[in-house]
């Protein structure tokens, strides 16, 4: 039987050791390189299986002296014993220190870091300017000062709440949008890995068992004026020769939205044609949107285009017509709507007193067919069948007896 080794080595024969596997005892071992290098080892049985755990270099700087390599191997040696793996140990403690390494950083990431990154990797597919700006417009004012240096993992219900409460009454348009980007913001974080659990900015079977829904609070309806009413206002609007004036009627004649007529340049349009061009990056679904002109919106066109400046509804200064200015102008006539709700007047004259197909009406105000089968198969634009509905439309604006119809004034508005 071999005689079992005990402290074999000294000092002196690691130094001059060569190249090969050389025993101390009780499982530690001296592995020299050919290239010289040499480290210490630690050799157990556990399970019926060899493994050997590595115990550090045993030359050069930082080396592990002789004595110290013996009191590490002994003590694995009390832990085999026990049936503890070192080996597993050992990765458990690497795979400990790595999450917990993880942890500090993502307590560093701030709900605001995310936010601007989020922000920065999206806007470009962002339709316009303003509905970036209206992104860090909303964060700085409304959750910024909030949650902006909490880390983004800690955000919780009672932090959107926090953001949420003071407004949800008394401005609940920006509100639900301050909502709808919270929860944006945090599922990206959680996408990252930022943070984990359920989204504390949800609506369905969270916020909404909170806050009241926005159905039941004053919300911000277009005012639309009658039908029935718009050929006196149109007749009387044509009575004025102002730029607002213009631009009122052709935002009316052709069912535009306010941004996209304030924002018409005269590349866009064709007289010849009758045809304007509003191009995606202008259009609320960012699809480019051809719109007939009837005969009158071509008049208002001619009018003005001896000016021709590159908008086509210029501001005094030379820069585009102020959005301020159309909403004015209706102040001004003492008519309690909105610009935008003139669409809502066309939209119920043509359910109401035309045979017009419903498509062909959604299409004239540019809204995206919602039924994605039938989207995937209407490739054109009803483009003819749109210029009998405008010409139409623009000939009720224009029937006789407009001038004896009554447009409702504001009430309580002063004379």
């Known amino acids: 039987m071999p005689r079992k080794l005990s402290n074999a080595l000294t000092p002196l024969a690691v130094k001059n050791a060569k190249p090969g596997r050389h025993a101390d005892g009780g499982g530690l071992h001296l592995l020299v390189k050919e290239s010289g290098a040499r480290s210490?080892?630690?050799?157990?049985?556990?399970?019926?299986?060899?493994?050997?755990?590595?115990?550090?270099?045993?030359?050069?700087?930082?080396?592990?002296?002789?004595?110290?390599?013996?009191?590490?191997?002994?003590?694995?040696?009390?832990?085999?014993?026990?049936?503890?793996?070192?080996?597993?140990?050992?990765?458990?403690?690497?795979?400990?220190?790595?999450?917990?390494?993880?942890?500090?950083?993502?307590?560093?990431?701030?709900?605001?870091?995310?936010?601007?990154?989020?922000?920065?990797?999206?806007?470009?597919?962002?339709?316009?300017?303003?509905?970036?700006?209206?992104?860090?417009?909303?964060?700085?004012?409304?959750?910024?000062p909030v949650i902006g240096l909490l880390p983004v993992a800690d955000v919780d219900t009672s932090h959107v709440l926090q953001i949420l409460e003071p407004i949800w009454k008394a401005k609940p348009e920006t509100a639900s949008r301050v909502r709808g980007r919270l929860e944006t913001i945090l599922d990206a974080a959680k996408a990252r890995g930022y943070r984990s659990g359920e989204n504390p900015a949800r609506w369905r079977g969270h916020i909404a068992q909170i806050l009241p829904a926005r159905s039941r609070l004053t919300r911000g309806h277009h005012k639309a004026l009658p039908y029935s009413e718009v050929p006196a206002f149109t007749g009387s609007l044509r009575q004025r020769n102002a730029t607002a004036a213009h631009a009122l009627e052709f935002a009316i004649l052709t069912a535009a939205r306010?941004?996209?007529?304030?924002?018409a340049k005269w590349s866009e349009v064709d007289?010849?044609?009758?045809?304007?061009?509003?191009?995606?990056?202008?259009?609320?679904?960012?699809?480019?949107?051809?719109?007939?002109?009837?005969?009158?919106?071509?008049?208002?066109?001619?009018?003005?285009?001896?000016?021709?400046?590159?908008?086509?509804?210029?501001?005094?200064?030379?820069?585009?017509?102020s959005s301020m200015a159309m909403s004015m102008l209706l102040r001004r006539m003492k008519i309690d709507v909105t610009v935008h709700g003139f669409r809502s007047s066309f939209r119920d004259w043509a359910a109401e007193c035309t045979g017009y197909a419903h498509e062909v009406c959604e299409m004239a105000l540019a809204h995206v067919i919602e039924n994605k089968a039938e989207a995937a198969y209407r490739r054109g634009d009803m483009f003819e069948k749109r210029?009998?509905?405008?010409?139409?439309?623009?000939?009720?604006?224009?029937?006789?007896?407009?001038?004896?119809?009554?447009?409702?004034?504001?009430?309580?508005?002063?004379?």
Not at 258 to 263: A, F, N, P
Not at 272 to 301: C, N
Not at 389 to 412: Q, T
């Open 271 to 321: 007289l010849e044609k009758r045809l304007w061009t509003v191009p995606a990056d202008r259009m609320k679904a960012g699809r480019e949107h051809r719109i007939p002109l009837s005969p009158r919106a071509v008049e208002i066109l001619e009018t003005l285009e001896p000016l021709k400046k590159s908008w086509v509804f210029p501001s005094d200064k030379g820069g585009k017509l």
């Open 387 to 415: 210029r009998r509905l405008m010409v139409d439309w623009a000939n009720y604006c224009a029937r006789d007896g407009a001038a004896g119809a009554k447009v409702s004034p504001i009430r309580g508005a002063a004379a």
């Open 258 to 263: 306010t941004s996209e007529v304030l924002g």
């Open 40 to 144: 210490w080892v630690y050799r157990f049985m556990l399970k019926g299986k060899s493994r050997d755990v590595g115990l550090g270099a045993a030359a050069g700087p930082g080396a592990v002296t002789l004595s110290a390599a013996r009191d590490a191997a002994d003590a694995l040696r009390m832990k085999v014993k026990a049936g503890i793996d070192p080996l597993q140990e050992r990765q458990q403690q690497a795979i400990d220190a790595l999450a917990a390494a993880q942890a500090a950083q993502i307590a560093g990431i701030t709900f605001k870091a995310v936010a601007e990154a989020y922000i920065s990797a999206n806007e470009d597919s962002w339709r316009n300017g303003k509905h970036r700006q209206q992104w860090r417009n909303t964060l700085s004012t409304y959750v910024y």
